[in-house]
């Protein structure tokens, strides 16, 4: 099992009105993703407005992270211009049980 962040970048003409329209989609399917779910959230501008989002993940190995990344709602409704799966190290401040 390894740590992987599916890092996604908002559409910057319709990711804000399409986010708003598949949240619940969206938080829906990640509380689905169980244990594998390790931190997400939005990233921000300045004024608190998202523009993409972080998701941990812990898996098998990348093929199998960029297949949950793929499942996303968000994903599905054209909220992101671009998704990228990366494997991921924690490396200070690690919660223990958590694969390095």
Known sequence: MGLYA????????????RRKAARAQHLAWL??????????????DEAGTPTGSLIVITTGSLKEAEAIAAQ?????????????????????????????
Request: charged fraction near 25%; proline fraction near 11%.
């Open 72 to 100: 996303d709602p968000y994903g599905h409704n054209g909220v992101f211009e671009k998704v990228e799966v990366r494997p991921w190290k924690w490396l200070l401040k690690r919660p223990d049980g958590l694969p390095e």
């Open 31 to 44: 509380d689905g993703l169980g244990d594998a779910l390790v931190m997400a959230g939005p990233f921000t």
């Open 6 to 17: 599916i890092i996604c970048t908002d559409d910057p003409h319709h990711g804000l009105k």
